[in-house]
């Protein structure tokens, strides 16, 4: 249970900019429920308008008429109003963008400064130089040599490398030399009677 209740609110925190920008939002949706609802009611009235014309009843219809087009004014300031506000959501939200693009960029300057401390600029150019000198030095015997030797020579010296290279092998990879007296191999005579006398014990048996 300790567990459980000692674990971290993992929920994200939420910013004043985040607060305007869903307060903005709220007004808008309300403010196009409102205008619906206003042009609903207009093309209703408009209806009756038409109805009270048929009926010869014209001052009513006339009201009526006059009443839509307060309503139409009405809503005409209030699109105005609405095309600000989401204009304001808008400019919010990127410089909410904008302000998380700049924090990453920091994070990555932080994250670069802190690898380059980690290198000795002075150290990586004593580096390059000793390998750049090496290479020239390496380039510079090869032009030396160059068309110095013959084909023989090259072969020699090849075969001198093999033979340095050979002498590199460690000596527990090679067989050993053995320092007993090796069994002298046995004359046909000899070898006539040992086979006589084997095939003799074989009767025998």
Same mark, same amino acid.
Do not use: W
């Given at each position: 249970?300790?567990?459980? &209740? =000692?674990?971290?609110?993992?929920?994200?925190?939420?910013? @004043? !900019? %985040?607060?305007?920008?869903? #307060?903005?939002?709220?007004?808008? %949706?309300?403010?196009? !429920?409102?205008?619906? /609802?206003? $042009?609903?009611?207009?093309? +209703? @009235?408009?209806?009756?308008?038409?109805?009270?014309? /048929?009926?010869? *009843?014209?001052?009513?219809?006339?009201?009526?008429? *006059?009443?839509? /087009?307060?309503?139409?004014?009405?809503?005409?300031?209030?699109?105005?109003?609405?095309?600000?506000? @989401? !204009?304001?959501?808008? %400019?919010? $939200? &990127? #410089?909410?963008?904008?302000?998380?693009?700049?924090?990453?960029?920091?994070?990555?300057?932080?994250?670069?400064?802190?690898?380059?401390?980690? &290198?000795?600029?002075?150290?990586?150019? /004593?580096?390059?130089?000793?390998?750049?000198?090496?290479?020239?030095?390496?380039?510079?015997?090869?032009?030396?040599?160059?068309?110095?030797? =013959?084909?023989? %020579?090259?072969?020699?010296?090849?075969?001198?490398?093999? @033979?340095?290279? #050979?002498?590199?092998?460690?000596?527990?990879?090679?067989?050993?030399?053995?320092?007993?007296?090796?069994?002298?191999?046995?004359?046909?005579?000899? $070898?006539?009677?040992?086979?006589? +006398?084997?095939?003799?014990?074989?009767? $025998?048996?």
């Amino acid at each position: 249970m300790g567990g459980v &209740f =000692s674990k971290k609110d993992k929920t994200p925190k939420v910013s @004043e !900019q %985040d607060n305007a920008i869903l #307060a903005l939002k709220t007004q808008r %949706d309300k403010i196009k !429920q409102m205008i619906k /609802r206003k $042009e609903n009611c207009m093309e +209703k @009235e408009r209806l009756l308008a038409k109805e009270l014309i /048929r009926e010869g *009843k014209k001052d009513r219809a006339l009201l009526l008429l *006059k009443k839509k /087009r307060y309503q139409e004014k009405i809503i005409d300031q209030t699109l105005s109003q609405l095309s600000k506000i @989401e !204009q304001m959501v808008q %400019d919010l $939200e &990127f #410089a909410e963008i904008q302000q998380k693009v700049v924090e990453g960029l920091k994070q990555g300057n932080d994250a670069l400064k802190k690898m380059n401390s980690l &290198f000795d600029v002075d150290e990586i150019d /004593r580096i390059m130089e000793e390998t750049k000198e090496a290479a020239e030095y390496q380039e510079e015997i090869s032009n030396m040599l160059s068309g110095q030797l =013959s084909t023989s %020579d090259v072969s020699d010296v090849e075969k001198e490398l093999e @033979e340095l290279l #050979a002498a590199q092998v460690p000596a527990d990879i090679l067989p050993s030399v053995p320092t007993h007296d090796l069994p002298e191999p046995a004359s046909p005579e000899k $070898e006539k009677i040992a086979s006589s +006398k084997r095939e003799k014990v074989a009767v $025998e048996a």
